[in-house]
């Protein structure tokens, strides 16, 4: 079946870097359009960054010039980099495998805290 399984969520600083990685499995990879989403209780989950259908990416303006999304095929693997975060980039943070409407595939969530 299909698994995507992240990790590197935890406490960091205002200020600090983390690097989220979530792992793929049952799917082929190199296909599927992947991408990160977050969400805070009582909000609707958002769009962080993605890998488009066609390859490009997209940001939500808030992340733009600090995270960036990067994905390696070879290891079924895609990566979110954050720099410079902020208490406001406190959420749980979803994976997300896409192909057509029909196959959508979700990972558990890791939490990502900001706070000094």
């Known amino acids: 079946q299909v698994q995507l399984v992240e990790s590197g969520g935890g406490l960091v600083q205002p200020g600090g870097s983390l690097r989220l990685s979530c792992a793929a499995s049952g799917i082929t990879f190199s296909i599927y359009a992947m991408g990160w989403y977050r969400q805070t209780p009582g909000k609707q989950r958002e769009l962080v960054a993605r890998f488009t259908s066609g390859g490009t990416t997209n940001y939500a303006d808030s992340v733009k010039d600090r995270f960036t999304i990067s994905r390696d095929n070879a290891k079924n693997t895609v990566y979110l980099q954050m720099h410079s975060l902020k208490p406001e980039d406190t959420a749980v943070y979803y994976c997300?495998?896409?192909?057509?409407?029909?196959?959508?595939?979700w990972g558990q969530g890791t939490q990502v805290t900001v706070s000094s």
């Open positions: 997300n495998a896409r192909r057509f409407k029909q196959y959508d595939y």
